[in-house]
């Protein structure tokens, strides 16, 4: 998962609050008019469902059928996510840090159809994973990020937020554009998406041409 700091405290807080209200057959929806495209070819992000695993089976039937929903009624959900913000103050995240630190988190990260699914096995796992997404900052060395799942010959689950995220989005949209509007452009998306990648370079050396103050 890509985003910026705001993107990964809005996750954390669907999940800490989806770790006290769930209740069985709950899921959240993250759907593609909610994410922005990826930062670095502007590919549609994929919708994302947190699943709570103490409660709700998603199975292949049921992953489909929020694939082919029809729009529901709008409605206002009161989500409670106070906790985290006490959880988050410096003496308590310490505290918070020295109970699971070394705790085993037993959540699964897996793709259906299109859809990455999140499935936090217990709620104090589902808590775990919120504390991990409020805590990046990328405010450092510009970028920041965290690994959900324990190492398995690699990992199946990542956030990682960009501190230019909104800027470098913007920059992927010109760019797939711009190819795209060309009279021939790659077929094969691996091609198409380093076409995109050379692209975005000519993008930001332009930006970077127009700010550079010209001599008198």
């Known amino acids: ?46 919708p994302i469902v947190l699943v709570p695993g103490w409660c709700t089976r998603l199975d292949d039937g049921a992953a489909a ?32 840090w020295t109970e699971h630190r070394h705790r085993r988190v037993r959540g699964e990260i897996t793709r259906r159809g299109g859809t990455l699914v999140l499935t936090p096995r217990t709620p104090d796992d589902c808590r775990v994973w919120a504390v991990d997404a409020a805590r990046l900052d990328p405010s450092g060395f510009g970028s920041d990020h965290v690994y959900l799942d324990e190492w398995n010959s690699g990992h199946d689950g990542e956030i990682q937020i960009f501190r230019a995220f909104r800027s470098m989005v913007g920059i992927a949209r010109r760019a797939r554009s ?31 041409r127009n700010l550079t103050p010209r001599p008198e």
């Not at 495209?37 to 502007?42: E, K, L, M, S």
């Open 178 to 208: 711009q190819v795209l509007a060309r009279e021939e452009f790659p077929s094969n998306p691996d091609e198409l998406r380093s076409a995109i990648w050379d692209e975005a370079e000519n993008v930001r050396g332009g930006a970077l």
């Open 1 to 46: 998962m890509l985003s910026d700091e705001y993107g990964a405290r809005m996750l954390a807080r669907l999940l800490w609050g989806l770790s006290y209200q769930a209740r069985p057959g709950t899921v959240v929806l993250i759907d593609r008019e909610f994410l922005l495209p990826t930062p670095f070819d502007a590919d549609p992000a994929d």
């Open 65 to 96: 059928a929020l694939r082919t929903r029809t729009r529901t009624q709008a409605g206002t959900v009161r989500w409670q996510t106070f906790g985290l913000d006490r959880t988050l103050a410096p003496n308590a995240l310490e505290t918070w």
